[in-house]
């Protein structure tokens, strides 16, 4: 009744937004969370986040077609998070395309690959700029991807869809390995058998302390108990890591970010797969030692959240809480230097590096639940 006799009166733009300043708000204070997104980072400038979805894994579960950037050069509360909704681009299909976003080498554009199509974004002037389509197999990168910030190549891990045949999944098919250089578009690919094959998501980062790739894959059907893997760019062989310390339970879907110009890696959160359950635990990896340490639990348990490390602050955002709902809370920030989780994100000021700043970058395939479902390895 009450709304009758406000839709009785002469709406005026003005009107409605007294009447309901939420409809009118442009966006709203807490971009609303998504699982499985791809999404990338450059220190102390933005983490971008790119599609995902808010409800479980599934076979026919629609896709949440977002595009948004959280600020990381400016000061913000996790209520009210500084983030911006950028211009979507339409993907392929969630089934048949495969949605992965990597940074440039100078962090001034995302490229997308969405198949066989490779979209740029232009970070500065804010507007997609260049789209291309490339002579290559399905699925190259769909089960993980890398930019190498020294040299700029892009590397990719084949998804499971390119694999599975008529959807069983033999964990000794074998998988490809791309190495694509975005400035001549050349590519080639390494065919491998084994682990790790991607049979998940292989979640890398490039240390460039290191000057070499990390990847964290479970592996599940291969009954590994090593999850951490490193590729030698040079002899493009993957290995096992063997690291020691607080190791981290297996688990599918963590963030897996590089902090400090890759002296550490952070693993937070994911699916774990004995017992399986969504996790709230945080370990950091020390590259030099290949020690694990153990660091402060994140506030929520959170399954294919987004990741960023900027300075001192590791800032998680979006994923499932419990494989069915999206996180809609804003940002939580661990401070990595006192070891606490925080609302606050505060940039490192200009000029002033943290511990050693560099650029870093996270990448997850929105494809991921694609295989999920296709594969039924986790049933929940
Ligand atoms: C972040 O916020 C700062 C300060 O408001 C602004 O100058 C900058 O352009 C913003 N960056 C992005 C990527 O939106
Ligand atoms: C694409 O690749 C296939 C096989 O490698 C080749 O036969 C074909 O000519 C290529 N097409 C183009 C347009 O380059
Ligand atoms: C990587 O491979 C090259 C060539 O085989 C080798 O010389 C180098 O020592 C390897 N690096 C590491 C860190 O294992
Ligand atoms: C890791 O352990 C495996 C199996 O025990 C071994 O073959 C490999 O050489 C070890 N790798 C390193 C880098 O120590
Ligand atoms: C992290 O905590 C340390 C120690 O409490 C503090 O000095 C520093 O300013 C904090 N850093 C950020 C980015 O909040």
């Not at 909704?85 to 995302?110: C, F, N, S, V």
């Not at 066989?116 to 089960?143: A, C």
């Not at 980062?205 to 894959?217: D, L, N, P, Q």
């Not at 609302?343 to 700043?357: E, F, L, V």
Request: glycine fraction near 8%; proline fraction near 7%; aromatic fraction near 10%.
């Amino acid at each position: 009744m009450r709304f009758a006799k406000l839709y009785s009166i002469p709406l005026t733009a003005a009107l409605v937004a007294q009447a309901f300043p939420q409809v009118l708000a442009a966006e709203p204070k807490i971009p609303p969370g998504a699982g499985m997104s791809a999404s990338t980072f450059v220190e102390n400038q933005g983490l971008y986040i790119s599609d995902g979805i808010r409800s479980k894994p599934d076979k026919g579960v629609p896709l949440y077609k977002q595009f948004i950037s959280l600020n990381l050069s400016t000061a913000w509360e996790s209520d009210a998070p500084a983030w911006t909704d950028l211009i979507y681009r339409e993907t392929k299909d969630e089934y048949d395309g495969q949605g992965t976003m990597t940074i440039t080498k100078d962090g001034d554009a995302l490229i997308f690959f969405d198949d066989r199509i490779i979209h740029n974004y232009d970070i500065k002037s804010k507007q997609w700029i260049q789209e291309y389509s490339m002579n290559w197999t399905s699925h190259l990168f769909s089960g993980g991807i890398v930019t190498d910030l020294d040299t700029g190549l892009i590397y990719g891990m084949e998804g499971l869809m390119g694999r599975a045949k008529n959807h069983e999944v033999n964990p000794d098919d074998p998988w490809k390995f791309t190495e694509f250089n975005p400035v001549d578009k050349s590519f080639t690919s390494v065919e491998k058998r084994g682990p790790p094959a991607a049979l998940d998501l292989i979640s890398m980062v490039y240390s460039s302390v290191a000057k070499r790739i990390f990847g964290y894959e479970p592996n599940q059907l291969h009954d590994n108990k090593e999850a951490l893997w490193s590729y030698n760019i040079t002899s493009k062989d993957w290995t096992p890591v063997n690291a020691t310390g607080d190791i981290p339970p297996l688990r599918s879907y963590p963030c897996f970010v590089s902090a400090y110009g890759g002296k550490k890696l952070i693993l937070a959160g994911g699916l774990g797969i004995k017992p399986i359950a969504i996790l709230n635990d945080v370990y950091s990896l020390d590259v030099s030692t290949l020690t694990w340490t153990k660091l402060a639990n994140m506030p929520l348990t959170v399954v294919g959240h987004s990741c960023a490390v900027s300075g001192d602050s590791f800032v998680a955002m979006g994923g499932l809480t419990d494989w069915v709902v999206a996180n809609d809370e804003g940002p939580a920030i661990l401070n990595l230097t006192s070891n606490t989780w925080g609302k606050r994100y505060t940039p490192t000021p200009p000029g002033q590096t943290p511990s050693s700043a560099d650029r870093t970058h996270l990448t997850l395939s929105k494809a991921v639940f694609v295989a999920l479902a296709v594969s039924s390895l986790i049933t929940l």
